[in-house]
């Protein structure tokens, strides 16, 4: 199995607090990082936190007021061709007849390629200081939206964070276009 640069929807994101403690670094600090380097805007995420890591969970308003209209949009611009217009209408369709509590699990089921789950796309650091240390690994569960072509790079995180700041401002009366990210899956 190859890799593939794909776009999803974070519907979850952690950070260890073992890391954090290790890196003598605060929560605001994380929260900083995530809107300005990651652009996650954190107002669109619900913040909880166990004994092991501070939680972010996409809110379940914006997910279930915004999917649809949102999909309807990106699929036009990332499938325009004949050729992927039955798939993606099958995707609305779908989810516009079912329960919005039941999009996760039609994710998790992988019934269509274009909004499915990923368990790949795992992880991106966040460095706090030059010298790359201080850091800590933000963890990602999120659907897939998008997947495309072998890729190979040993450098793409700026490029990827530039492409999701724009792909925010190109979606910006989404508030859960804030949830998009550009990733490596395998």
């Not at 999009?103 to 998790?108: H, L, N, P, T, Y």
């Not at 700026?158 to 009366?173: L, S």
Request: negative net charge.
């Amino acid at each position: 199995m190859g890799q593939y640069l794909s776009v999803g929807i974070v519907t979850r994101l952690s950070v260890l607090k073992k890391e954090m403690e290790k890196g003598k670094i605060e929560q605001a600090e994380v929260f900083e990082q995530l809107e300005n380097t990651l652009y996650f805007p954190i107002d669109i995420y619900d913040v909880t936190e166990n004994d092991n890591a501070i939680i972010l969970t996409l809110k379940n308003d914006v997910f279930m007021s915004e999917l649809l209209s949102f999909l309807r949009k990106f699929y036009k611009i990332m499938y325009p061709d004949k050729e992927y217009t039955t798939e993606r209408d099958e995707v609305i369709e779908k989810l516009r007849t079912s329960l919005p509590a039941d999009w996760m699990d039609i994710a998790e089921n992988k019934s269509f390629c274009f909004f499915q789950k990923d368990k790949y796309g795992a992880s991106d650091k966040l460095y706090f200081e030059k010298d790359f240390k201080p850091s800590v690994r933000v963890h990602y569960d999120g659907i897939s939206l998008s997947t495309e072509g072998k890729i190979f790079m040993e450098e793409y995180g700026r490029q990827f964070n530039f492409v999701k700041y724009c792909m925010k401002a190109a979606f910006k009366e989404f508030a859960i276009a804030g949830a998009l990210r550009v990733y490596i899956t395998g």
